[in-house]
Nanobody
């Protein structure tokens, strides 16, 4: 049974930092396309960071230079380091592993940035 468990969310002031973690069981990150997404109230879920199956990283312009995705294969844990946080980064953050047919999602962790 695959399980992804996010942690590390919380309340932070604008300009601050947080590091999110996604611990996996029943699946390994290595070799799969994986990523972090977020969903703010009333908005669609959007990609914020991705590692392709080939190991390349992608970020949308909205977080480029501020967010960094990484994987610790020994711990089978994925991270999202978020710096210079802005109020518009407030959302529930989800980790994802892309695997046929539907992929896997964590339960989400709330990030709230106060201005």
């Amino acid at each position: 049974q695959v399980q992804l468990v996010e942690s590390g969310g919380g309340l932070v002031q604008a300009g601050g930092s947080l590091r999110l973690s996604c611990a996996a069981s029943g699946i390994i990150f290595s070799g799969n396309a994986v990523g972090w997404y977020r969903q703010a109230p009333g908005k669609q879920r959007e990609l914020v960071a991705r590692i392709t199956s080939g190991g390349n990283t992608n970020y949308p312009d909205s977080v480029k230079g501020r967010f960094t995705i990484s994987i610790d294969n020994a711990k089978n844990t994925m991270y999202l380091q978020m710096n210079s946080l802005k109020s518009e980064d407030t959302a529930v953050y989800y980790c994802n592993v892309q695997q046929f047919p539907d992929g896997y999602w964590g339960q989400g962790t709330q990030v709230t940035v106060s201005s």
